[in-house]
């Protein structure tokens, strides 16, 4: 039972550039999230879903793309990377809403 | 607009003695509160909740005490422990929401 699996660990991208995280869980749960943590700053949320098929922008959507097409896996695409996109990238899944279990992160750096 | 609030950056704290981390919210209805618990290069982990119905919940020595009148809410850690030196994050949800608001977090250390 591997938890949420978040890949890559760590990326330098070009700005303009487009990659997608990659976020799996395998404890069949409905909710997914995705989170940014910037420095000294809290999570906020970027998408979430609520089940196969139904996502939803949360409070930092822009520049950020999701898709949900089978219970476990819920990737995030950045089209063109800009360096405010700079951050860790978290992703939680839950079977209710409340307690999530996390990823280990992504670490992105856009120069 | 930030909706939940940890006004202190960071804590330190002797081994073996209490250690408090407060949270403040705005958002009267949010319903459920939440800490979350994190390490270096790691995910958060679930710590403990709370509902709004109660004004307490115990598990070990954590304790989250709620007080909604002043719509604030703190997690006391007895007796403190060099493994609990991380991050900890304050969480709040409405009701009939999907989501979580998180503050910014607290850093406690806690030194022998």
């Known amino acids: 039972n591997a938890g949420v699996t978040q890949t890559p660990k760590f990326r330098i991208l070009k700005i303009g550039q487009s990659m997608t995280l990659q976020c799996t869980q395998d404890m069949n749960h409905n909710y997914m999230y995705w989170y940014r943590q910037d420095p000294g700053m809290g999570l906020k949320l970027i998408y979430y879903s609520v089940g196969a098929g139904i996502t939803d922008k949360g409070e930092v959507p822009n520049g950020y793309n999701v898709s949900r097409s089978t219970t476990e896996d819920f990737p995030l695409r950045l089209e063109l990377a800009a360096p405010s996109q700079t951050s860790v990238y978290f992703c939680?899944?839950?079977?209710?809403?409340?307690?999530?279990?996390f990823g280990p992160g992504t670490r992105l750096l856009v120069l | 607009d930030q909706q939940v609030k940890q006004n202190s950056p960071s804590l330190s704290v002797q081994e073996g003695r209490i250690s408090i981390l407060n949270c403040d919210y705005t958002?009267?209805?949010?319903?459920?509160f939440l800490w979350y618990k994190k390490y270096p290069a790691e995910g958060p982990t679930f710590l403990i909740s709370i509902s709004s119905i109660k004004d307490k919940n115990e598990d070990g020595r954590f304790t989250v005490f709620l007080n909604k009148s002043a719509k604030h809410l703190s997690l006391h850690i007895v007796p403190s422990q060099p493994g609990d030196s991380a991050v900890y994050f304050c969480a709040a949800s409405a009701a009939n929401t999907d989501k979580l608001i998180f503050g910014t977090g607290t850093r406690l250390q806690v030194f022998p």
């Open positions: 939680a899944s839950s079977s209710t809403f409340e307690t999530q279990y």
């Open positions: 958002n009267s209805m949010f319903d459920y």
